[in-house]
């Protein structure tokens, strides 16, 4: 490791951008159109004034468009790598070049264009390997590396990194050493594992041997827990996968889905959360939280060396999110929801109403005001909407006097019209939501939701939970205040459930469509429900439905769908509403963002019966995409003919969407519609995989509500996996 680096002689700007002008930009894209725009960002970018950054800012918007390259990518990548050669903005030019290459989502562009032009430059790009500057050393490794180049490229950085001696170029060359030849980089890794060797390097010859698959030894796991906490050594790289060392690893351990793996990430993290130093537990716990995200059985395993750490908000935030099974930590949650400190202690009870209710509910009697997120989660917006928040006669009489106190307040929104502020909304709509989960138990707040429904029309439904059930006096004095409010459509259907009126619902529904897309989902749904019974608003149905659109948007066939159902519940006439649920599907057909609602479409058109047998090829064309199928298998189930069902494509169809996680609740619905017969022994037993298995299914959505999710996408597995036998 004696070679000093040199100073390369570096081309001249104009050079650099020789050509730039006269190239034809105007016939190749980028993520907006033709790029006529680049020459003059490329040559801001270069020329390195107080403009560069943003020219810069717009080149990665427009060429690697959040990940995305084009053809423009192409052609700007040997001015990129000519401007690197300048010496003039190197180290960024490379970074750009280096996720030119990196990227594989290509849009118009032959399928590895992208990286082909950037290795084209390598004569240009290897020469700054050796350049006296440290950090362009840095990104020319990380640049070249990403060209996935063996026969130029891994010979110069194999040279480069036996000569250099910068702990975090090495780094990086290793590295960009494991992405060309991954056996090669592991042999080299396998030595510098120990406490002698640099963090930086220590941390990459990790993941060299993770990228590879190898085996994890006590080796790895010495060098991790040595490193830890490892943030700072993560940041001296460019690598994504090492920016969080730990909850990197852990990932990539959970990922390979062995009991053995399992176990060395689970016992990798308990380790990490019971170091005695706070910034390890504080990366620890983040690590944590992935894991139990991604591996069921990560909590159980984890919960006994996060209890402790309760009072840590990361520490809280997870054990509610884990729910009733952090049930051992409930003692220590309690103990911080009862302190002073009102940050500390909503945290803790938001916790604790998530973990153990019960004990949550008088904390919250005695602070309702001060405890926004325990609030919140006991309202229901992080709890199950199948388990509401126990019912405590003392915490209701503490909702009605907030209530109470709200009706009477001046609201703080605008002076002319009394509107409210968003917060009040906030803590009304959560105090309202409370009582709806509890129903006739809550009926003496019954005289304060009718005093709050003036300014809070939501209370409507929460006024018909409480007094549903009731006596005389309770439910009329419930249906005076909605019919007071009933101009709005929420209170109309309120209303009618509450007493079976339709007058109201029938003067609010007619008025919501009259206001074209904005209200006319909501009013042809309000009278979908009524059936026959509102004849007489088929004509409003069909003026909406006739609308002038002036552009075909989702909102647009959102509600030409949901016009042509209630059409059909009320009128039954299917040649009216077929044509239009076809061209539902021809309009949603290859756009993306009118996906859903053709898988909408798909379910609900389930109510035509044998009448949508027309549809049948539609619903056929959506078997192929995963977060269509469960839809199209319900709607095919419902229309089409049953002889012509081919079941086994149907089941198929579920089964990937289940294993792709493109649908999950879908296909438990649709897998119990089709029924035991429909399955393979070997639809089976993968059926169990989902179900049985240790990785989580939903890995995307809401961040505090993914585990609760899963178990119950797990439970509802389960019983699907008992009724198929």
């Known amino acids: 490791m004696s070679e000093v680096p040199a100073k390369i002689t570096a081309m001249e700007l104009p050079t650099a951008l020789a050509g730039l002008d006269a190239h034809p930009w105007a016939t190749v894209n980028h993520a907006y159109g033709p790029a006529e725009d680049l020459p003059g960002l490329l040559r801001t970018f270069a020329e390195g004034g107080e403009d560069a950054e943003e020219a810069l800012d717009e080149l990665y918007g427009s060429i690697v468009h959040q990940g995305t390259v084009y053809a423009a990518s192409v052609d700007a990548a040997p001015y990129l790598a000519r401007i690197a050669a300048s010496g003039r903005q190197t180290v960024d030019a490379l970074r750009l070049l280096g996720c030119l290459a990196e990227s594989e989502d290509e849009y118009g562009v032959e399928p590895g264009a992208v990286r082909a032009a950037v290795t ?102 010495d060098a991790v827990l040595g490193l830890l906490p490892a943030r700072e050594t993560a940041r001296s790289g460019y690598a994504d996968e090492h920016r969080e060392p730990l909850r990197t690893i852990v990932g990539i351990l959970l990922g390979r889905d062995t009991d053995a793996d399992r176990e060395s990430a689970l016992a990798l993290l308990d380790a990490a959360l019971r170091d005695e130093r706070p910034e390890v537990r504080a990366e620890a716990l983040w690590a944590a939280d992935r ?105 209701l009489a503490a909702v009605r006097a907030r209530l109470a106190a709200k009706a009477l307040e001046r609201p703080e929104g605008c002076k002319d019209c009394g509107c409210s502020t968003t917060e009040d909304h906030n803590d009304t709509a959560q105090l309202v939501h409370l009582l709806r989960q509890w129903g006739p138990q809550a009926v003496e707040a019954l005289p304060e939701l009718c005093a709050v429904l003036p300014r809070f029309q939501y209370a409507a439904t929460a006024i018909t939970a409480v007094a549903a059930g009731t006596g005389p ?101 299917a040649a009216e509403v077929v044509p239009v649920l076809a061209s539902v599907f021809d309009r949603s057909e290859g756009r993306q963002w009118f996906h859903w609602t053709a898988a909408r479409a798909a379910r609900e058109i389930a109510v035509l019966g044998p009448a949508g047998r027309p549809l049948t090829a539609r619903l056929q064309a959506l078997l192929d995409d995963p977060a269509q199928a469960p839809s199209a298998v319900l709607g095919l189930l419902a229309v089409a003919d049953p002889a012509g069902l081919d079941r086994a494509r149907l089941a198929e169809a579920v089964l990937h969407s289940a294993e792709t996680r493109a649908d999950l609740k879908g296909a438990c619905d649709a897998l119990r519609a089709l029924g035991a017969a429909a399955l393979t022994l070997e639809q089976h037993d993968r059926l169990a995989a989902l179900a049985t298995g240790d990785r989580r299914l939903v890995v995307s959505g809401s961040d505090h509500a993914m585990i609760r999710e899963d178990e119950q996408l797990r439970a509802a597995l389960a019983s699907v996996l008992d009724r198929v036998g």
């Open 120 to 221: 084209a430059q390598l004569p240009l790009l290897i020469k700054l390997l050796v350049d006296e500057d440290a950090a362009v050393r840095q990104a020319a490794g990380w640049t070249v590396g990403h060209t996935r180049d063996t026969c130029t490229a891994l010979p110069a950085v194999r040279a480069r990194l036996a000569a250099e001696t910068a702990p975090a170029v090495r780094a990086e060359l290793l590295t960009a050493y494991g992405r060309l030849d991954r056996a090669g980089a592991v042999a080299e890794a396998r030595v510098l594992l120990g406490p002698d060797t640099p963090a930086p390097l220590r941390l990459a010859a990790v993941f060299a041997a993770l990228d590879a698959e190898e085996p994890w030894l006590a080796a790895h796991r």
């Open 473 to 573: 006096e309770q439910r009329e004095q419930a249906a005076t205040a909605l019919r007071a409010g009933a101009r709005k459509l929420v209170v109309a259907r309120a209303l009618h459930e509450l007493t079976g009126e339709t007058g109201p619902l029938f003067a609010a529904a007619e008025a919501a469509l009259a206001t074209g897309v904005r209200g006319g989902v909501e009013g042809a749904r309000a009278l979908a429900d009524l059936g026959p019974a509102a004849t007489r608003l088929t004509p409003a149905l069909r003026t909406a439905l006739d609308r002038t659109n002036d552009r075909d948007t989702t909102p647009e066939v959102d509600t030409d769908l949901a016009l042509a159902l209630a059409l059909w519940q009320i009128a039954g006439e």
């Open 291 to 395: 894991a139990c995200t991604l591996s069921r059985s990560a909590p159980q395993r984890l919960i006994p060396a996060i209890a402790p750490l309760a009072a840590d908000w990361a520490a809280s935030r997870l054990l509610g999110k884990i729910g009733p099974a952090a049930a051992e930590a409930a003692p220590v949650l309690a103990e911080l929801a009862a302190q002073p400190d009102d940050e500390a202690a909503d945290q803790a009870l938001a916790a604790l109403v998530l973990v153990a209710p019960q004990a949550a509910a008088p904390l919250l009697t005695r602070a309702l005001g001060r405890r926004p997120r325990a609030m919140q989660c006991a309202a229901g917006s992080h709890a199950p909407a199948d388990t509401p928040f126990p019912f405590d006669p003392e915490l």
